[in-house]
């Protein structure tokens, strides 16, 4: 079992930046891929990114990439979501979550973090 909570959300100027941290619980952290996942009003949760148990390897989506960066650091247990850049379209509610592989899908992930609210104001 592992227990995901999000931190870092807020409001933010479109141009901005924003970090969000996701801290596990569990002694088995680094075996899992952990990703990013947001939610719009009215739109459905869309994959962002993610990065392997190691954090040799990540995968970005193209709304994100060149503007986000997803990082980890095993021995405490987090993973973390630098937002560089940000647009008013990045607006969402923004969740971390863990898999035992890799995956772009919401499907691909077992455990969910409750989210954290993120505006860009235009």
């Known amino acids: 079992q592992v227990q995901l909570v999000e931190s870092g959300g807020g409001l933010v100027q479109a141009g901005g930046s924003l970090s969000l941290s996701c801290a596990a619980s569990g002694r088995t952290f680094s075996s899992y891929y952990m990703g990013w996942f947001r939610q719009a009003p009215g739109k459905e949760r869309e994959f962002i990114t993610t990065i392997s148990g190691s954090g040799g390897n990540t995968y970005y989506a193209g709304s994100v990439k060149g503007r986000f960066t997803i990082s980890r650091d095993n021995a405490k247990n987090t993973v973390y979501l630098q937002m560089n850049s940000l647009k008013p379209e990045d607006t969402a509610v923004y969740y971390c979550?863990?898999?035992?592989?890799?995956?772009?899908?919401?499907?691909?992930?077992?455990?969910w973090g409750q989210g954290t609210q993120v505006t860009v104001s235009s």
């Open positions: 979550a863990a898999a035992r592989h890799y995956s772009a899908y919401r499907e691909g992930y077992d455990y």
